[in-house]
């Protein structure tokens, strides 16, 4: 997960309606992820080809305040990027969500506590592969309530514009994630990602890789929409 610093203004015309933009220290936020889909199954079944499988997004992070009073911090995808095609199709019909279906491929070792490892995601975008990665070492820690990781990666909703300017919103649930907090990135973007947000030509203001757990992805709800007037 590497992220950087953006001006709140390039982000608000992209907050989906009945949320608001989640600022940390003053700052919006953006993150590229690099992940790997493994033993993928819908409605409880396994679906033969999609089970195991790279992804890459871009996001930016909101939040929600229910009316009763429960405060639901989420996330928004700005680009997903997966390998297969029927997935995007379906994704972006049947949810408007932005995925693209481009040529992927990963450098995952065996996890070995302790040793320095080289993770990366790569993508074949504009006649080239682009990557983002990094190198870690040590053992992975839980990151405390208040910290940047915890910020960025214990979010348990998406939220997603619709066409109709309606938004859906989706819980996903997960354990709390550890985190190897000192991360040496590298990386090579490609123009579209410039294109969607101009901040990821800067450095990122930091840089972490996150254990992963089991995640169950619910059934989509659409937010009530406020009466015109």
Known sequence: MLTFDASPDALVDRVPAGTELDVRDGRACVSIV????QRTKLLGMPVPFYQDFDGVNIRFYVVRETPEGEVRQGVVFLRELVP?????????????????????????????????QRISYSWHADDAWRHVGAVVSGTPVLPGTDSEEAFICARH????????????ETLIEHAPWRVWPKAEPFYELDPGAFKIVPAL??????????????ITVLQPVRLPQKPLR
């Open 84 to 116: 297969q095609a029927a997935m995007a199709l379906l994704a972006r019909l049947a949810y408007n969500e932005p995925f693209e279906c481009v040529p992927m491929r990963s450098e995952l070792p065996t996890v070995t506590p302790g040793a320095t």
């Open 201 to 214: 030509r800067g450095d990122p203001s930091s840089v972490f890789v996150a254990e992963g757990s089991d």
């Open 157 to 168: 909703w998406a939220y997603t514009r619709q066409r109709d300017g309606s938004t859906l």
């Open 34 to 37: 690099g992940f790997r889909f």
